[in-house]
């Protein structure tokens, strides 16, 4: 195909979102909206995803150490807990420091803290956190056949309830943004397929008189995808209004933000460059895709 | 030159169209096909767009053999039909001059031969104040003047006048058919299809009969313009 023509093509392509702009016009809102219901979507996962992560970040697995473990057998321990697998990060905290910690917790009952006069009825400990709270078990198990461990304690259930929360989310979402791709690809493929039988006519002539199957198809091709980009960059504007919006509210929440954690939040400016990209290359990608399959009817007619 | 040998085309609902059709139109003639609604002359016009296949026989358009063309070659060989309609089938958003333009464009023409050619048929049929007009806004014999302008442009080996003169007024029917005669007259083949006896009275020439699918007749005769 020549330059010339390509260059027709593209503006015939231009030329008709204009003619048919009342078509063009429900492409582009429909494809608006599927973007913003998908990008939307995308995000909430993101964020949901991102205080899940942010709460499996805080659990803490205390190991306790028999009484009185002298200095080279707490270095043997220490030195086995920290070649396990999944072990995020281990601090050692001493039985003068947790019963200092204790008294100073209680001490309203002081007391109590008299009568035990120089005792320390606590232990040395390691406080671990875990990489990957779903493998929890597993690493529990392993610290339990340490020699020299007195006792583990875990936050089990709220380790389960986070691994099955985020299971279902995981689920819901995907299944939710899998439900609106499919319901927006075929509420975009009618509303092209709409447009393009309103131009049957044009197409049938253009084949009577000797036009490939690429030439019909090129301006529509162009069509969709300009629509597709313009539906693009209005649903990124409409997505970045509102998620600023939440975010903003959102900050206010001090409570709130205290429970899912100041940084779980994914701010826009973290996923501008992606989310970009993918409102602009995905709008045009479907809007193109849309407009060349739904002209095959037409065009093998 | 277009070729039928024994021809027939039977649709899926059992009616048999064509009915073992032979039927030889030379390079440079002009022949009317003459026939009652439902005779066969739509499924000729479709046979010779390859818009329909021949359920037997044998078809040759301009070098090309229909039986065995593929897909991909019938634009091909509709570059080289030029086909007018009754109802103009003109395209409503596009300007006469675009309407015209748009065929070379298909065919990949040089922008300057594009510029050169279509002023030069326009003129030919009589609209060249009508170039920037839309459709709407032409009577019915200009509609068609476009239209045999937009079949004209490519310079086609044959041109297919189906019913031309279908929806316009009589004096303007006259017009056309001498357009097409002048067409004729500078060496392109002309077919052209329709149900007014009259007109092919009045012009004569070669006339094809189709009834219930076959040649009834096949014959040269005299125009009574040409007895006065």
Same mark, same amino acid.
């Given at each position: ?33 599927? =973007? ?45 807990? %920290? ?21 100073? %917790? ?9 009568? =035990? ?47 099955? =929360? ?50 019909? %198809? ?18 990124? =504007? ?64 | ?127 060249? #104040? ?6 709407? #806004? ?80 096949? #014959? ?6 040409? #007895?006065?």
């Amino acid at each position: 195909m020549k330059f010339s023509s390509i260059r027709y093509l593209t503006e015939q392509g231009v030329e008709n979102i204009w003619k048919n702009r009342m078509m063009s016009f429900a492409s582009f809102c429909v494809l608006l909206v599927s =973007l913003v219901l998908v990008g939307i979507s995308i995000l909430a996962w993101q964020n949901v995803s991102s205080m899940i992560g942010n709460v499996e970040s805080k659990n803490e697995v205390i190991v306790y150490l028999n009484d009185n473990t002298d200095q080279e057998n707490l270095n043997r321990i220490e030195g086995i807990l %920290r070649n396990l697998p999944n072990i995020a990060s281990l601090d050692f905290y001493s039985k003068e420091e947790a019963y200092l910690a204790l008294k100073n %917790r209680m001490s309203d009952y002081d007391v109590l803290f008299e009568s =035990l006069g120089d005792d320390n009825p606590l232990v040395d400990s390691f406080r671990i956190q875990i990489e990957d709270i779903s493998q929890m078990s597993k690493t529990i198990s392993q610290m339990e056949s340490i020699d020299g461990i007195m006792n583990i304690s875990a936050p089990y259930e709220f380790v389960s309830f986070l691994t099955q =929360l985020r299971t279902v989310l995981t689920w819901v979402m995907t299944a939710l943004i899998f439900a609106m791709l499919i319901v927006s690809a075929v509420i975009i493929s009618n509303t092209t397929k709409t447009s393009v039988y309103s131009r049957r006519e044009e197409i049938r002539i253009m084949k009577y008189v000797g036009a490939t199957n690429a030439f019909i %198809r090129v301006p529509f091709f162009i069509e969709g995808m300009i629509t597709g980009f313009f539906a693009g960059c209005g649903a990124l =504007l409409i997505t970045w209004l509102v998620y600023d919006t939440v975010m903003n509210i959102l900050e206010n929440q001090a409570t709130l933000l205290n429970i899912i954690g100041v940084g779980s939040l994914v701010t826009f400016q973290q996923i501008y460059l992606p989310m970009t990209l993918s409102y602009l290359f995905g709008g045009a990608l479907i809007g193109a895709a849309g407009s060349a399959f739904s002209t095959e009817k037409y065009i093998d007619a | 030159m277009v070729e039928l040998k024994d021809v027939s085309v039977k649709y899926s609902n059992g009616v048999d169209a064509l009915d073992h059709v032979s039927l030889k139109i030379n390079d440079g003639d002009f022949a009317f096909v003459v026939g009652a609604s439902g005779a066969g002359k739509s499924t000729l016009i479709k046979l010779l767009l390859k818009e329909i296949d021949a359920t037997s026989g044998k078809i040759i358009v301009n070098g090309y053999q229909l039986n065995t063309l593929k897909k991909k070659e019938i634009p091909a060989l509709r570059r080289t039909i030029g086909i007018v309609f009754q109802d103009f089938r003109l395209i409503s958003s596009m300007t006469v001059y675009d309407n015209i333009a748009f065929v070379l464009r298909v065919t990949d023409a040089p922008v300057p031969h594009i510029k050169k050619r279509v002023p030069y048929v326009m003129n030919l049929v009589g609209l060249q #104040e009508k170039a920037k007009s839309y459709p709407d #806004e032409l009577s019915g014999g200009e509609m068609q003047r476009v239209a045999i302008a937009r079949a004209l442009v490519n310079d086609p080996q044959l041109l297919i006048a189906d019913e031309p003169t279908g929806n316009i007024d009589p004096e303007l029917s006259y017009e056309i058919v001498e357009l097409l005669k002048s067409i004729n007259m500078q060496g392109t083949t002309v077919m052209m299809v329709t149900h007014e006896h009259e007109l092919v009275r009045r012009f004569g020439g070669r006339i094809i009969n189709i009834t219930a699918g076959q040649i009834a007749f096949d #014959e040269i005769m005299e125009g009574t313009d040409n #007895e006065i």
